[in-house]
């Protein structure tokens, strides 16, 4: 009888609990980078504070569940905020910069939602020592492209011999025309020391025909404690009003393990009919207090020719304003933790 009455517990348990729940992980994250700034822009100086100077400044969540063999949904949310004023960047946006879902395995990963180009979340640490980021970067002051996509479908695929790819389609909102908006790929090799990347996009204009093409590549090798990069991006659009070529080329020293100084220069050449080219020269110093925080100084010079009026932007925000054909030079003094 005792036997019987435990084996009618154990069913009855069985019932009401259900199968055992898969482990499931939710992380808070984020990253307050701020600074102190001067910038001329050719048209008149100022002192400022400003935050994500290197870093972007946000907060979010991330988080997964084991779906057993080796299977997972993961999903991540994340607001970009000034951490000088404390105001969203958006203010209509819940999370501007992140809200997707997805799931991985074996297979690769796949990705539902708003999130990064695999142009830039895949390419940007390999284009230069910033990781484009901050007012040292030309790759950075001088792009001119978008690095996120609402409605966007990714495919990440597992590394194979070194390769790993990335894949994406973005879907417009509009009724009236509901085709793609963009699709964006890329292509990464790692040997050893030596890296190499390659990327492709095409994004439409929500209510228009323009659309822009760009072509992303670089590559790098680290000698001892120096990694040497060269870079090179082309962006076009289909109505001629944009036709620019950057090559850059930079080096990071890790002098030691708390200290890294980068150099960087890079070239704007317009090919149209306005020949608005452009150079600067970055240099940016990072000083590693612990893993998660660093203090860090960038400074960049631009030489603007013509009607050129490139700004020095930080990672996000925008420069200080000049005239057509002015110089713009600044510096900064910032420390970023992430948390």
Same mark, same amino acid.
């Given at each position: 009888m005792k036997k019987q009455t435990a084996f009618a517990l154990v069913l009855v348990s069985a019932a009401v609990l259900g199968p055992p729940h898969a482990q499931a992980q939710v992380i808070p994250y984020g990253t307050i980078d701020n600074a102190v700034e001067y910038q001329d822009?050719?048209?008149?100086?100022?002192?400022?504070?400003?935050?994500?100077?290197?870093?972007?400044?946000?907060?979010?969540?991330?988080?997964?569940?084991?779906?057993?063999?080796?299977?997972?949904?993961?999903?991540?949310?994340?607001?970009?905020?000034?951490?000088?004023?404390?105001?969203?960047?958006?203010?209509?946006?819940?999370?501007?910069?992140?809200?997707?879902?997805?799931?991985?395995?074996?297979?690769?990963?796949?990705?539902?939602?708003?999130?990064?180009?695999?142009?830039?979340?895949?390419?940007?640490?390999?284009?230069?020592?910033?990781?484009v980021k901050s007012i040292a970067s030309p790759l950075g002051n001088f792009s001119d492209d978008s690095v996120r996509s609402s409605n966007a479908i990714a495919y990440f695929t597992p590394t194979l011999h070194g390769f790993t790819g990335q894949f994406m389609v973005a879907l417009r909102e509009e009724a009236a025309r509901p085709t793609l908006v963009s699709y964006n790929a890329a292509v990464r090799y790692v040997n050893g020391l030596f890296r190499a990347v390659a990327g492709y996009e095409r994004t439409g204009k929500? +209510? $228009?025909?323009?659309?822009?093409?760009?072509?992303?590549? &670089? *590559?790098?090798? /680290?000698?001892?404690?120096?990694?040497?990069? #060269?870079?090179?991006?082309?962006?076009?659009?289909?109505? +001629? $009003?944009?036709?620019?070529?950057?090559?850059?080329?930079? &080096? *990071?020293?890790? /002098?030691?393990?708390?200290?890294?100084?980068? #150099?960087?220069?890079?070239?704007?050449?317009?090919r149209t009919d306005g020949a608005d080219h452009a150079q600067q020269v970055g240099l940016l110093y990072e000083h590693f207090l612990s893993r998660r925080t660093t203090l860090y100084s960038a400074a960049g010079l631009i030489r603007n020719r013509n009607e050129a009026q490139f700004s020095l932007d930080g990672t996000q925000y925008s420069g200080v304003p000049g005239a057509p054909g002015a110089h713009a030079r600044g510096i900064n003094l910032g420390i970023a933790c992430k948390f």
């Open positions: 822009g050719g048209a008149g100086s100022v002192t400022r504070a400003v935050s994500s100077g290197l870093y972007a400044t946000v907060y979010g969540f991330k988080g997964s569940e084991d779906l057993g063999n080796g299977t997972r949904v993961n999903f991540q949310l994340e607001q970009g905020f000034s951490g000088v004023t404390g105001a969203a960047t958006d203010p209509a946006a819940a999370f501007n910069r992140l809200a997707w879902i997805g799931v991985s395995g074996n297979f690769g990963e796949f990705r539902l939602g708003r999130q990064k180009k695999p142009e830039y979340l895949f390419l940007n640490n390999e284009m230069d020592p910033s990781g929500a +209510g $228009s025909f323009l659309e822009q093409r760009v072509f992303r590549a &670089a *590559a790098s090798y /680290a000698v001892g404690t120096v990694r040497y990069y #060269l870079a090179y991006q082309t962006e076009r659009k289909n109505d +001629g $009003s944009e036709k620019r070529d950057i090559y850059a080329v930079s &080096a *990071a020293w890790r /002098a030691t393990p708390a200290n890294q100084l980068s #150099l960087m220069y890079g070239h704007a050449y317009d």
